[in-house]
């Protein structure tokens, strides 16, 4: 069971905690490069706890700052975008992309002490279209990962950002508990309507799987397994990426690229980041060739958002939400087309979170042989904080060797019955990625 203790280890991510420094050690991406505009409006973003504006100058240079000005505490985000900098509102005082200050119009000249005076600006690098953050202490920031997304295009690479309006840990571990597919997605499903040979066939003719797990160099790794057709085996991988990143089995490991982010904006907001090779799906479709019931869009009805507004938290956001019992359809649950009565597969994995609080209380859980990804990864979590409280210089996984991202794939696959799993990974990672796989030593 998790304690209460481990519980506020988890899921407080702000500055001077332990997870909020765990995290701190990576590249966090935090808002789309488009919602940025050259010598246009700034941006609130909150990150880790932290509330920062973003901008460009009329230059394009992209600086990400603390938002309040080091005069009075004015927001700079009601300040002048003007040329190479921020201008205060308050008192003109004006700030680059670095976080420095480059103008104090209210102070003699002679008395002028704008050399000493700097914000907190983080380290910032674009990639994908999305703007990362390095939070850290390093005066050099760790090289960017080496995700096997680099190898794609920009066309071939598409971007979805959701917000959750609860703790990053409920949703990174709905991720991770890859069993409540059959239930959640598929409990209204007879599998003699469904496709044999099909994902969603194995997934409702066998809603009861058995686990395998490994660590990794970059954190864990495990697969569901059934049976299949006669001779093999189904198996649905999920990798656990530290500090805050999952590869779902969202469709066939030989062709999904992919990483999801569950980025804390604070305790109790996520900005769940999934960037993805195009146009990779699983087969979702009835014998008829019908779409099955309940799963429909993966965002609400035609894939629309809230509008979004420039407060803190108002990006992103399902029109599905808890204040609306994410339009649960009674009827529908009732007469058993769709088993929870909500639409959409991210609506639905959306409410699951939702409806467990801002923060579980995860001292009520009574967790099983199914949860066993939970567990390991839980543990692996209150791990590392452990040991970077000890030792801040520690090595942590992936952070200085950007190379071991690479080997790192998940999804669904078919191997032969009997075959150990290490060996049918590494097959299926040298076909289709042409990657070597590093393992964790016993």
């Known amino acids: 069971m998790t304690t209460a203790r481990e519980n506020e280890i988890l899921t407080r991510v702000g500055p001077g905690t332990p997870m909020g420094a765990l995290m701190r050690q990576y590249w966090v991406p935090v808002a789309r490069s488009q919602e940025v505009k050259p010598a246009g409006d700034p941006?609130?973003?909150?990150?880790?706890?932290?509330?920062?504006?973003?901008?460009?100058?009329?230059?394009?240079?992209?600086?990400?700052?603390?938002?309040?000005?080091?005069?009075?505490?004015?927001?700079?985000?009601?300040?002048?975008?003007?040329?190479?900098?921020?201008?205060?509102?308050?008192?003109?005082?004006?700030?680059?992309?670095?976080?420095?200050?480059?103008?104090?119009?209210?102070?003699?000249?002679?008395?002028?002490?704008?050399?000493?005076?700097?914000?907190?600006?983080?380290?910032?690098?674009?990639?994908?279209?999305?703007?990362?953050?390095?939070?850290?202490?390093?005066?050099?920031?760790?090289?960017?990962?080496?995700?096997?997304?680099?190898?794609?295009?920009?066309?071939?690479?598409?971007?979805?950002?959701?917000?959750?309006?609860?703790?990053?840990?409920q949703g990174l571990e709905n991720d991770l508990d890859t069993s409540h597919f059959g239930f959640l997605h598929l409990g209204g499903v007879d599998p003699a309507e469904l496709n044999p040979g099909e994902t969603v066939y194995y997934l409702a003719n066998d809603r009861a799987p058995q686990f395998h797990l490994e660590d990794t160099p970059l954190g864990l790794m495990y697969g569901a397994y059934r049976p299949a057709d006669e001779g093999n085996t189904h198996w649905r991988l999920a990798q656990l990426i530290v500090p805050f990143w999952v590869i779902p089995p969202a469709a066939m490991l030989a062709d999904q690229i992919m990483i999801k982010g569950y980025i804390p904006m604070d305790d109790t907001h996520t900005m769940v980041i999934t960037i993805q090779r195009k146009g990779v799906v699983t087969p979702s479709t009835t014998r008829e060739?019908?779409?099955?019931?309940?799963?429909?869009?993966?965002?609400?009805?035609?894939?629309?958002?809230?509008p979004n507004t420039t407060d803190w938290f108002g990006r992103w956001r399902l029109p599905n939400c808890a204040e609306n019992d994410w339009l649960i359809d009674r009827e529908a649950q009732r007469n058993g087309s769709v088993f929870s009565g909500i639409t959409g597969l991210n609506v639905q994995d959306n409410a699951m979170g939702g409806m467990l609080g801002t923060i579980s209380d995860r001292t009520r859980e009574h967790l099983t042989?199914?949860?066993?990804?939970?567990?390991?990864?839980?543990?692996?979590?209150?791990?590392?904080?452990?040991?970077?409280?000890?030792?801040?210089?520690?090595?942590?996984?992936?952070?200085?060797?950007?190379?071991?991202?690479?080997?790192?794939?998940?999804?669904?696959?078919?191997?032969?019955?009997?075959?150990?799993?290490?060996?049918?990974?590494?097959?299926?990672?040298?076909?289709?990625?042409?990657?070597?796989?590093?393992?964790?030593?016993?």
Not at 290 to 299: D, N, R, T
Not at 391 to 401: C, I, R
């Open 43 to 169: 941006l609130r973003v909150m990150a880790l706890g932290e509330p920062l504006i973003a901008f460009r100058n009329s230059q394009g240079r992209l600086g990400v700052l603390e938002h309040r000005c080091a005069h009075r505490n004015a927001s700079l985000f009601f300040g002048h975008n003007e040329e190479d900098g921020m201008r205060c509102i308050y008192h003109g005082w004006k700030f680059g992309p670095d976080g420095k200050c480059l103008d104090m119009p209210n102070v003699p000249r002679h008395q002028d002490a704008k050399h000493k005076v700097k914000l907190t600006a983080y380290q910032v690098t674009e990639r994908y279209g999305i703007i990362w953050l390095y939070m850290g202490e390093r005066a050099v920031p760790p090289p960017f990962p080496d995700f096997e997304l680099n190898d794609l295009s920009p066309d071939e690479i598409t971007v979805q950002m959701i917000q959750q309006e609860y703790n990053w840990l």
């Open 369 to 442: 042989a199914s949860d066993v990804m939970i567990v390991r990864a839980r543990r692996k979590f209150l791990q590392l904080v452990e040991t970077l409280a000890a030792d801040k210089s520690a090595k942590l996984p992936g952070v200085d060797d950007p190379a071991i991202y690479r080997g790192h794939r998940a999804g669904n696959f078919v191997a032969p019955a009997g075959k150990p799993f290490r060996e049918a990974y590494e097959e299926m990672m040298q076909k289709h990625a042409n990657t070597a796989v590093r393992w964790v030593a016993a």
């Open 289 to 306: 060739g019908k779409p099955i019931p309940g799963l429909g869009a993966s965002f609400a009805p035609r894939n629309e958002f809230r």
